[in-house]
Structures are given as C-alpha cells and as structure tokens.
C-alpha cells in the first residue's frame, strides 16, 4: 500500500492550512465608502495628510515601520525608481542588485537609466552578500539594491559600513518585509532609503501600491519631488521642477492601506510566533533545515518563509522530487524567485530585449563592459536548483497546530524516502509572486 500521497497514499494536510489571502472585513467597506462620498479619489491637491487617506497612510505606515517621511506611490517597482533617483541615481551610473530577487529589483535601476549588475547571496539566509557587493563596486557605482529577500533583513551593519566607506548608497528593497526588525528599527527606516510593495499578495495588501521611506528630510522632498511629476511642497501647482512622472497612490489604496495596516501588527506576531516553532520543528528532521535568523533581526516580518532542502541527508532524494511529494501531502511549497535573474530573459537575452540603442547597457557615459550572458552567482544557483523551499506567509496565519501538520507532512515523506518518485516539478510552483 502506498504511504506517500503522490502515490495514490493518504494525504496529510485535506483542509486548507493558514488564512485565505486577502483578509478584510467592514473596515475596508467602510473607507472604500468613505472616499467614495468625500468625491476626493486623488491625493494630489491635499498636501495635509490628515487631509486624505494617502497622507494618513504614509503617516501611519511610515510610523510603524519606524521612518520619519512615507511617500506612497503606485507600487513597488516605481517605489524602487523613485528611491533611485531620490539617492542621486543617474543614467550611466552601476546599481548592484543580488541575483536572487524578483525581477523589478533590477529593472527599476534600468528605468532611472543605470546597469544593474549582479551579486551573489549569503548562503545563509539568501540576502545580499556583503562581501560580493563590495567586490563589485567599481568607480561608476552609485548604488546597492539590497533587499530584504523574504522578508529577512539583510546585514544593514555590514552595507551601512560600506555606504560609509565608499559613498554607495543603500537603497532597502523591503517589499517582502513589512513589520520587520533589524536591532529594534523597522525596515526601510534604517538606511538613507527603503521601499515597500503593498502589492495584492503582501502582508498588507493595497491591491497594487508602494511606499518610499526615509528619515532624510532632503531625500523625503526629491522623492516627493519624483513622485509628483516634479512638483515642490508650497509652489504653484503648474511649477514643476525636475523631469518626472505621475506615480501617485489613488484614495482607493490608502484607505485598503489604512484598512489592512490596523491588522497587520497582530498579522505580523501570529506568522512570527508560528514560523519560529516550525523552524523549531525542521531542525529536529535531518534533511531539512530553517534559513538562518541574525539576532540582530528583532522582528521578522515574512512574504515568503524559506527552509532548505538538503538531498544528502534527506535520502538523496533531488529538491525537485521533495516538492512534488510535498504539494502531494498537501502543503503548498515552491522555489519562488529564486532562480538567478540573469537568467531571465529580460537579461539573458538583453542584446535583443533592450532595443535599438542598447541603453544603459550601451551608454555613452561610462564604458561598462556588462553581458548578463557571462554572470554567475554559484550560491544563487545552488540554492535555486537544489535547496530553497519557499512557503507563502498566509500559511503562518493559522492556529499552531498547522505548522505541526506542515512538519507532519515532512517527517512522513523523510520516513519513505524511498518511495518518492524522481521526477520534474515546475519550477516556482507554489510561487509567490
Ligand atoms: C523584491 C521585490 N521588489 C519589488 C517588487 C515590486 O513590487 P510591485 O509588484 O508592487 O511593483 C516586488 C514584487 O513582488 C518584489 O518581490
């Protein structure tokens, strides 16, 4: 008789585990209905933030993450373009991105006109690794995306001792790691510069939108400035003074902001709480093991919980055929994005993709000399093809007792090991985003 479910076996986990994704109730009803009645469905004419639900937003989400200036925008991606441009980022310049993150990480740099230029990861918890960073920085680097991969907030000590040292700015892509901690300070809040996604799937969803944090009072104007189509606080509404686009956030997204941020600290503890007894759990299974939390990370705040496969001690078995075993019993996992970007079509095949004149690649103002075609991360690799398994946040929602079925559903795939069948699984499975 078969004990694995991807044999025809019974399968471990018949009901759904964690929350539905997203939660709301009559809190955001009411908002919704509240800029419907207001007829003020733009922020744009109302700089006092306790004027519009945006400015409220930004008040609040900038507090709880610990900054002293939030400006929401439309999402994530141009939150990160925004960010760029606030720290000095121009055309021609080199922008170091780590090869594992979603695609918008790198292709933010490309739209301010800077070459990205990859690194590899900390093998332990898959954020940037400083050291690679600091190899890469040549004369033309102006900035560092580092982004806090899953939510795990990368060495900030490290980088900002580099941003010392060398000028290169650090430009926090937090779009995984709403609510987390690093030495008691909220993400985003700790370099120059952070930005946020309140993309549909994030722990606090907006649908689409994005936040620029900063404690910097002259890079909270430009990126007010950049936001704005230019425009400068206390001008005339028809001044406009840099080059720049419309990527206001709509009312519509700062009351669901407004709405879903009043969840998000409970949200936040509850995946904490879970997620550290199922790392507790994982350690005591050989094969399997939690991504390494810093100390100096005092709140963890996740998009994508990570653990690693390691084939040696599970039975030899390939990551590939676990996940496929795995999605079987029941339990949601996937590779993510973690497969190294220069991979992507978008750079594997930029002497196509990127146009006629092969800007910022090709550019006349520095000789960069970049064919995403030659990069190789190992680590990344590695960990794409053979060790990551990527669980969602919504499954941390739940009672504890799931994370319990979740480590069920590995210790009986550990005990017949011998059963799972090799195979393929797609890759991202179980995906993210
Ligand atoms: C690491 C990272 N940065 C930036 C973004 C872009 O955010 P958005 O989808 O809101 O544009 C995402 C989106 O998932 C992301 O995962």
Request: hydrophobic share 40%; charged share 25%; glycine share 10%.
């Amino acid at each position: 008789m078969a004990h694995l479910a991807i044999n025809g076996g019974p399968k471990t986990i018949t009901e759904p585990i964690g929350s539905a994704w997203p939660v709301w109730d009559d809190t955001e009803r009411r908002m919704l209905m509240e800029v419907l009645e207001s007829g003020k469905w733009w922020r744009g004419g109302y700089d006092d933030p306790a004027q519009s639900k945006v400015g409220q937003f930004e008040t609040a989400f900038a507090h709880f993450q610990d900054a002293k200036h939030g400006v929401a925008v439309a999402n994530g991606t141009v939150a990160i373009e925004c960010a760029l441009k606030a720290v000095g980022v121009e055309a021609g310049d080199e922008v170091i991105v780590p090869a594992s993150t979603f695609v918008a990480s790198a292709t933010a740099p490309i739209q301010v006109g800077a070459v990205p230029i990859f690194v590899d990861i900390d093998p332990r918890n898959y954020t940037i690794d400083p050291v690679a960073a600091e190899a890469a920085i040549t004369s033309r680097t102006r900035a560092i995306v580092a982004v806090d991969y899953g939510g795990m907030p990368c060495d900030m000590d490290a980088l900002l001792d580099l941003q010392r040292r060398t000028g290169v700015q650090i430009v926090s892509d937090c779009a995984h790691s709403h609510g987390s901690q690093w030495k008691g300070v909220g993400t985003g809040a700790i370099g120059p510069i952070g930005t946020f996604s309140f993309q549909a799937f994030k722990q606090l969803p907006t649908g689409e939108g994005g936040m620029v944090l900063t404690n910097d009072d002259a890079i909270a104007e430009r990126a007010y400035s950049y936001h704005h189509i230019g425009r400068i606080r206390g001008r005339p509404f028809y001044e406009h003074h840099v080059p720049a686009s419309n990527l206001r956030m709509t009312e519509w997204q700062g009351a669901i902001g407004l709405a879903q941020l009043s969840r998000l600290p409970e949200q936040t503890k509850i995946r904490e709480r879970n997620a550290m007894y199922l790392a507790k759990g994982l350690e005591e299974i050989d094969g399997v093991a939690p991504i390494f939390r810093d100390p100096r990370v005092t709140r963890w705040g996740f998009y994508m919980w990570h653990f690693k496969f390691q084939s040696d001690a599970f039975g030899g078995i390939s990551r590939r055929a676990f996940l496929r075993a795995l999605n079987a019993e029941g339990v949601q996992g996937g590779t993510g994005h973690t497969e190294p970007l220069y991979h992507n079509p978008v750079f594997a095949n930029w002497q196509e993709n990127f146009g006629r004149t092969g800007f910022p690649i090709r550019n006349p103002y520095s000789d960069t000399d970049v064919d995403y075609r030659r990069m190789e991360c190992p680590e990344a690799e590695r960990i794409y093809r053979d060790e990551a398994v990527v669980l969602s946040h919504r499954l941390f929602l739940g009672p504890q007792s799931d994370m319990d079925r979740i480590l069920e559903a590995i210790r009986k795939i550990r005990a017949h090991v011998d059963e799972v069948p090799q195979g393929e699984v797609t890759a991202g499975a179980g995906r993210s985003r």
